[in-house]
């Protein structure tokens, strides 16, 4: 934990988001591609903040509008998100099943070590079983040694396919949870 992080004791709540909340995600987004820049980890979501993207912007507003946008808080203030969808994003195939799709996982880096994406995502698979839902998906990027992919192995995904996006330039991998 850092030192910022220590700040923080309260405890995790997960509220759901508004066409309002847009600026919050776009934030947080920034505040995690910052975090991975300053480790070296450039790949992954570039090195120039999230919200200067106008096809990211649109794709936010996209999956808030037709998903179900989920902030976690730590003592009142944003902390993290995620975007939860009925489809993947479109470089992923879809299923010939109900699903849930999970956008955009991120928390804020002044909260690393609290728990907070593994607040969304158990939030996540809870909401997936209320809709009466039993496949919950995800895709992430699978380079720098696949941090994030064993990341989401300790949270119950198991990996399925592998792809390759923007260009050839970007490997993933899809993962699912059977809730």
């Known amino acids: 934990m850092n030192s910022d992080s220590t700040a923080h004791s309260g405890p995790i709540r997960v509220r759901v988001g508004t066409a309002a909340d847009v600026p919050v995600f776009l934030d947080l987004l920034d505040s ?17 903040p999230l919200s200067t993207r106008p096809r990211l912007v649109e794709l936010v507003e996209k999956y808030v509008a037709e998903g179900t946008p989920w902030i976690a808080e ?8 995620l975007l939860l969808t009925e489809r993947p994003t479109d470089y992923v195939a879809a299923v010939d099943e109900p699903e849930r799709y999970v956008h955009y996982l991120a928390t804020g880096r002044r909260f690393a070590g609290l728990g907070v ?4 995502l158990a939030h996540a698979v809870a909401e997936t079983r209320a809709q009466g839902v039993s496949l919950l ?7 720098n040694g696949g941090k994030l992919v064993a990341y989401y192995e300790s949270n119950g995904f198991v ?9 050839g330039t970007w490997p993933g991998q899809v993962l699912t949870m059977r809730v």
Not at 117 to 120: H, V
């Open 117 to 120: 994406g593994r607040a969304l």
């Open 74 to 81: 730590v003592d009142g203030e944003p902390a993290g998100m």
């Open 32 to 48: 995690a591609a910052e975090w991975l820049v300053s480790r070296g980890y450039t790949k992954q979501w570039g090195t120039e």
């Open 137 to 143: 998906r995800v895709d992430c990027y699978a380079g």
């Open 159 to 167: 990996r399925t396919e592998t792809f390759t996006a923007k260009d």
